[in-house]
């Protein structure tokens, strides 16, 4: 075997095995911002909004989401000639290097069902968002009061 062969064959081999090295820069994940609105008696649903920020150099993922006193979900909502839609985010959602997203009415956002109680305005929720590589992030979600404009009242869902 030449030394050509055996070079390229070694060279080869190192950038297969850089490519499938994971990331190892750090994230430095802060959440901001968190909030629903009030739910009437009844109601077992609400959806929860905030803002993720990473200021590091590293991808993170949030992959699950847990609140007290009900089931959450991360979601994705869109709307298509008409037709709004809500789905659940199976795969978690990517939050990029330096970058902020943005949960927010008619978009991406948490999903809680099965309360317990209603969500009443100037009380608070507690909410914990897991990170692939950060961990957990508990955070208090303020409810302020119900304007009737959420992604769940404009497109006639019922929450």
């Not at 089931?71 to 037709?83: I, N, P, R, T």
């Not at 109680?117 to 409810?143: C, D, H, K, M, Y």
Request: proline share 5%; charged share 20%; net charge positive.
């Amino acid at each position: 075997m030449s030394v050509a062969r055996i070079f390229i064959g070694g060279s080869l081999g190192l950038a297969m095995l850089a490519c499938s090295v994971p990331d190892r820069r750090p994230a430095e994940i802060a959440v901001n911002n968190g909030w629903a609105r009030e739910i009437a008696a009844g109601q077992s649903a609400a959806a929860v909004y905030l803002t993720i920020v990473n200021r590091g150099a590293g991808s993170d993922r949030l992959v699950k989401v847990t609140a007290a006193g009900a089931d959450a979900m991360l979601h994705s909502s869109s709307s298509a000639g008409g037709v709004a839609r809500m789905r659940p985010l199976q795969d978690g959602l990517e939050i990029a290097p330096r970058s902020t997203i943005s949960l927010k009415p008619g978009g991406t956002h948490i999903m809680l069902t099965g309360l317990k109680q209603p969500l009443r305005a100037g009380q608070s929720i507690a909410v914990t968002l897991g990170f692939e590589r950060s961990g957990n992030r508990p955070v208090a979600v303020r409810i302020v009061p119900a304007t009737g404009e959420d992604e769940h009242s404009e497109h006639g869902m019922a929450m």
